[in-house]
């Protein structure tokens, strides 16, 4: 079926059918080589039983592979040109498989619900610009997503795989750590887009696990996140006063969690998190 995938000349096409001109706003950087395509499709583990939500599909470079395995995928496109030649273009290269495809116009920041059956994997291009927090959303959104593939910058999917303790190890990665384990499974070069991006780009596979046992909720445990990185190399004592009233109350509550009030932010995983939000949740009902 190699024929059924986009080529450069046809991504070219398309894109002048519909006046299309990429913009970096947007991240729109389109897949044009075969070879990557299925190389993702591959590295994603998608089967038939998959139903797929897809993120920002743009042409359907992707979509097109994601079809020709998955049971069903789910485009959540943003532009509407986009989100209407979509049908068109899988129906155009893949006949009867494209009825497999369902296409929602929207920004995947405000997708909270879908329509049955749920999605069991995410796979995605990801715009450079809004990676992160989109891929964030979808996860707590949709618990049935037990697996997938994103394709990132080359930086951001250093973020998201780096363990505690790292150079790059930060907010978004121990969010993640929340849902997911994370692996960096592949580079893909700038060549294989048009335009061409230049930046390469990182596969980072998610595998869907439980998170830490805590009392505390998820918003709890991410506020904490976000104020002990908020002032990076700081102690947590102080990298967290503000949150917790004073350094000393801060340092109380670290204790009582079992976690180093001189340590920083950098070193402690998710499960660490998870206690000190539920030891300040503990402190402040006493």
């Known amino acids: 079926m190699a024929e059924a995938l986009l080529d450069p000349r046809t991504i070219r096409e398309l894109a002048a059918a519909l006046d299309l001109r990429p913009t970096k706003q947007r991240g729109q950087n389109f897949v ?7 190389r993702i ?8 039983d998959d139903v797929v939500l897809e993120i920002g599909p743009g042409l359907g470079s992707l979509t097109l592979g994601l079809l020709e395995v998955a049971a069903e995928v789910v485009a959540v496109e943003i532009e509407s040109s986009l989100a209407r030649q979509l ?41 450079y610009n ?6 964030l959303h979808v996860l707590a959104r949709f618990d049935t997503i037990t697996s997938g593939l994103v394709m990132v910058q080359a930086e951001v999917a250093d973020r998201l795989v780096a363990p505690p303790g790292s150079r790059t190890y930060g907010v978004p990665s121990a969010k993640l750590a929340w849902y997911c384990a994370a692996k960096r ?6 060549t294989v887009f048009w335009p061409v991006p230049n930046v390469d780009s990182g596969l980072v596979a998610l595998t869907r696990r439980e998170p830490p046992v805590t009392s505390a909720s998820r918003q709890e445990v991410f506020a904490v996140v976000d104020a002990a990185f908020a002032q990076r190399r700081k102690m947590l004592r102080s990298a967290l006063a503000g ?7 801060a340092e109380q509550v670290l204790v009582s969690a079992g976690i180093d009030p001189q340590a920083r932010g950098e070193v402690l995983g998710i499960a660490d998190f998870a206690r000190i939000a539920e030891a300040r949740q503990i402190a402040s009902v006493g």
């Open 185 to 190: 499974v592949g580079s893909v070069p700038p």
């Open 32 to 38: 044009h080589d075969a070879n990557t395509v299925r």
């Open 130 to 135: 809004v990676s992160v927090p989109v891929l």
């Open 243 to 249: 949150m917790f009233g004073s350094s000393a109350a």
């Open 41 to 48: 499709v591959a590295a994603a583990g998608v089967g038939g």
């Open 87 to 127: 049908p068109i273009t899988a129906a155009d290269r893949l006949g009867d498989r494209a009825e497999r495809l369902r296409v929602i116009e929207a920004d995947a920041l405000t997708v909270d619900v879908l329509d049955d059956p749920q999605p069991t994997a995410v796979v995605a291009n990801l715009p």
